[in-house]
T-cell receptor, first 114, second 114 residues
Framework: NAGVMQNPRHLVRRRGQEARLRCSPM?????VYWYRQLPEEGLKFMVY????????ESGMPKERFSAEFPKEGPSILRIQQVVRGDSAAYFC????????????FGSGTRLTVV | AQSVTQLDSQVPVFEEAPVELRCNYS??????LFWYVQYPNQGLQLLLK??????LVKGINGFEAEFNKSQPSFHLRKPSVHISDTAEYFC????????????FGKGTKLSVKP
């Protein structure tokens, strides 16, 4: 039973390009959370999704960022027109239900904007 | 609003010595509390969690934490550390009424020296 799979592990984008980060939850998990980790900072919540629904996007920047979790396939975090400040590690976590009990994290995608 | 404060950004310690990583939090509601560990370039792994019941929680790798509602705090301890415990440790809190997203502290880097 594979864990939470994120790809790519490392992503380099030039300023103005688009970044697409993918997260495949654990088998049987239908809830996905995305977090961003900036250098010297803890993780900051971005968005919580269930299949085909955004439940809570209170941590998402209002512009350029979007997330989806389609009925089939992985969850996608999309960042349009990336800027240097978007450079960070992006982690997703999955759980079988809405969970305050702790969930399983992926290994993250490290985005570098040059 | 909930917040988490990890009082030490870095903790150097010699191998086989005891260690305590401090975590204070603030919340107006009952909370669930977590400690995660992050090894270099990896995701977060759950060490232990407090949901209810006994205030002393035992986790993996010989770690334990004590929930103190009066302070309020959730300090992490290990009686004898190993070189392999060198990592960054994050304290997190999730409110009972939340959607399941976690509020993280900024992390404590534990460095175990021979």
């Amino acid at each position: 039973n594979a864990g939470v799979m994120q790809n790519p592990r490392h992503l380099v984008r030039r300023r103005g390009q688009e970044a697409r980060l993918r997260c495949s939850p654990m088998k049987g998990h239908s809830h996905v959370y995305w977090y961003r980790q900036l250098p010297e900072e803890g993780l900051k919540f971005m968005v919580y999704l269930q299949k085909e629904n955004i439940i809570d996007e209170s941590g998402m920047p209002k512009e350029r960022f979007s997330a989806e979790f389609p009925k089939e396939g992985p969850s996608i975090l999309r960042i349009q027109q990336v800027v240097r400040g978007d450079s960070a590690a992006y982690f997703c976590a999955s759980s079988p239900g809405r969970s305050s009990y702790g969930y399983t994290f992926g290994s993250g995608t490290r985005l570098t904007v040059v | 609003a909930q917040s988490v404060t990890q009082l030490d950004s870095q903790v150097p310690v010699f191998e086989e010595a005891p260690v305590e990583l401090r975590c204070n939090y603030s919340s107006s509601v009952s909370v669930y509390l977590f400690w995660y560990v992050q090894y270099p370039n990896q995701g977060l792994q759950l060490l232990l969690k407090y949901l209810s019941g006994s205030t002393l929680v035992k986790g993996i790798n010989g770690f334990e934490a004590e929930f103190n509602k009066s302070q309020p705090s959730f300090h992490l301890r290990k009686p004898s550390v190993h070189i392999s415990d060198t990592a960054e440790y994050f304290c997190a809190v999730s409110g009972e009424g939340s959607q399941g997203n976690l509020i993280f502290g900024k992390g404590t880097k534990l460095s175990v020296k021979p």
